[in-house]
């Protein structure tokens, strides 16, 4: 008796990709914007360019393009996930652009680098995690802001709190405080 087994590799977003935002991206986006807005007005951040690293479907890039009026680049490895993301924002001033973000290069540095919705838990060892944060670093001008979350095995107590750390451009922690999202 033999059997025959078919393996089809298929690449990650691409089936669900027209389907993601209705399944878990409206409400994901939806968190992330309350808790950078919550972050804008806490530390005061000012930019006048950004890049929104595992972009998905495009709906933060898009946010920032239009209630910050900045030029925004959404960076993701899936072509469905951008083909999106290009529906969602149209005519805007966001370049969407295929590349992965463990080595992604922009066209010019920007001064605001988000990664949303555990973007950064795709990474799946510590190795891509700093070539990941190595490239986000390559990416930003000096005095520049990298705005994350990312899921650990060490999670506050509650769903709704979260972390807020504050580095310098070395790297070298300057503030640490809790916040919780309202």
Request: proline fraction near 3%.
């Amino acid at each position: 008796m033999s059997c025959h087994c078919h393996t089809r590799l298929v690449r990650p977003y691409s089936r669900i990709a027209r389907d993601y935002d209705a399944i878990t991206g409206v409400v994901d986006f939806m968190r992330a914007r309350r808790a950078f807005e919550r972050l804008v007005r806490t530390y005061g951040i000012h930019f006048r360019s950004a890049v929104d690293v595992g972009c998905g479907t495009g709906l933060f890039a898009c946010y920032l393009n239009r209630r910050w009026g900045v030029p925004v680049f959404g960076v993701d490895r899936s072509p469905e996930m951008l083909a999106a993301a290009r529906r969602n924002c149209p005519n805007l001033d966001v370049c969407f652009l295929l590349q992965d973000f463990r080595n992604f290069r922009l066209p010019w540095h920007v001064e605001l680098a988000t990664a949303n919705s555990c973007t950064l838990n795709h990474l799946m060892d510590g190795e891509q995690l700093k070539h990941g944060f190595r490239a986000i670093h390559d990416n930003l001008h000096s005095g520049s802001y990298l705005v994350f979350d990312l899921l650990t095995n060490h999670q506050p107590a509650h769903w709704t709190q979260g972390r807020t750390r504050t580095w310098s451009r070395r790297w070298r922690r300057r503030r640490c405080s809790s916040t919780r999202e309202s």
